[in-house]
């Protein structure tokens, strides 16, 4: 039997934070749960891509998406924020916007937008849908990550295996999500540098 979505999270949720060492102690920690750690290398900052025209401000303060949506695959998108020396950076906005069960963004209300603020420890996590495909883009996330005081970083992230991918001038590897598939929906990790 596979592992819920909500098993992640939690694992995630209790990932220590020992950076430098992080991604072999979870690995020998816990094999069932192939969630990679990386610490990347100082300078190597998370992509910037394009907002495109169906990012809207003021989005509600919200994690759980999907309670008004009927369709679609649930996934969890969960990670850290960390500074480029793999410091959990506190108190950072990340927001979401994301097309729906169909390829639509809802430019009249907030379905499918929501944004949080890291705890402590740098985490951020969402639970939604997968977005559909619309046409001219291979699937993805739109985000905006903002360390206190910092500047804004608008980017996309991207799934694993999308035939969309190679002909999408926005897409880079670096922005791929580590997807796993859940019993119930998929999890996928992020973790955005800034
Ligand atoms: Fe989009």
Not at 8 to 14: D, M, W
Not at 54 to 74: M, Y
Not at 93 to 98: A, F, P, R, T
């Amino acid at each position: 039997m596979r592992v819920s979505r909500r098993t992640l999270l939690t694992a995630f949720l209790a990932l220590p934070l020992m950076p430098a060492a992080r991604t072999r102690s979870f690995a020998q920690a816990s094999p069932a749960l192939p969630l990679t750690l990386e610490c990347r290398d100082a300078d190597d900052l998370t992509p910037e891509r394009e907002a495109g025209p169906f990012f809207k401000p003021n989005s509600p303060r919200n994690r759980e998406l999907h309670a008004d949506v009927l369709g679609g695959e649930r996934i969890t998108v969960a990670g850290f924020v960390l500074d480029t020396h793999c410091r959990p950076l506190a108190g950072s906005l990340v927001e979401i916007w994301h097309a729906d069960e169909s390829g639509a963004y809802d430019n009249a209300g907030f379905r499918l937008r929501g944004h949080q603020f890291t705890g402590a420890q740098g985490r951020w996590w969402f639970n939604t849908i997968v977005p559909a495909l619309y046409p001219g883009r291979t699937r993805h996330f739109h985000f905006k990550v903002q360390r206190p005081g910092g500047p804004i970083l608008t980017t996309q992230l991207f799934f694993p295996g999308e035939p969309g991918n190679a002909g999408d001038r926005l897409f880079h590897e670096t922005l791929l999500l580590d997807m796993k598939q859940t019993g119930d929906g998929r999890f996928g990790r992020f973790d955005f540098v800034v």
